[in-house]
């Protein structure tokens, strides 16, 4: 899994998927590999959070096309990911995809 994740992005794809959300990218391995992720209000961790509106802004263009390309993802090998994680079964995927924005384009 680490060396996936350590992968060099080559298609335009692949950059907004593994560079413009790393810790997503990270969550959609561990879950197709079968583990479980929490949330945990209990954590620690150093981040820097938007102080202005343009910051946030460019947050989220970095953020939500990350998240729809992990989304589609955990979609397209949802097969195997249901089989391998006990924690993700088809009512989730099937509610993972009426979530999608462009969900009619896999329908």
Sequence with gaps: MLYRYTTKSEEPRHFVQYDQGEDRWLCTLLLQRGYRVEY???SDAYT???EGFNEFFNQRRRW????????FDLLNDYKSTVKIND?????YIWCAL???????DLI
């Design 98 to 104: 009426n979530e999608t924005p462009a969900r009619r």
């Design 87 to 91: 924690n993700i079964s088809l009512p």
């Design 48 to 50: 820097h959070c938007p």
């Design 40 to 42: 945990s209000a209990a």
């Design 64 to 71: 939500v096309p990350s998240t729809i390309a992990n989304i």
